[in-house]
């Protein structure tokens, strides 16, 4: 059974920072690309970034590049979601989803069909 569980979230002020991580199970993690997505209440889900197995290539919506950084460590099958220089409105669910095989680019992250979604885990800046 694939399983995708998020954690690191909580309440931080506005110009801190936060690490997400997201743990994969139930595949093998040779290829793949996880995106991190993020809802906040009464918006569209929005795409965050992605990276990819292959190349460690990365990608970032335009609203946290600079602020965001999104690793991996496959020999514990781990994603990261660095967040630094918060916002409140970065208040939201984030999610992560992984695509379990090789793409030639995750460069359209927020479209891609994803296998497999975690249950989220919530981000809240204050001012």
């Known amino acids: 059974e694939v399983q995708l569980v998020e954690s690191g979230g909580g309440l931080v002020q506005a110009g801190g920072s936060l690490r997400l991580s997201c743990a994969a199970s139930?595949?093998?993690?040779?290829?793949?690309?996880i995106g991190w997505f993020r809802q906040a209440p009464g918006k569209e889900r929005e795409g965050v970034s992605c990276?990819?197995?292959?190349?460690?290539?990365?990608y970032y919506a335009d609203s946290v590049k600079g602020r965001f950084t999104t690793s991996s460590d496959n020999a514990k099958k781990l994603v990261y979601l660095q967040m630094n220089s918060l916002k409140p409105e970065d208040t939201a669910v984030y999610y992560c989803a992984a695509i379990p095989r090789r793409l030639r680019s995750c460069r359209r992250f927020a479209s891609l069909p994803y296998d497999y979604w975690g249950q989220g885990t919530q981000v809240t800046v204050s001012s």
């Open positions: 139930g595949f093998t993690f040779d290829d793949y690309a």
């Open positions: 990276i990819m197995s292959s190349d460690g290539s990365t």
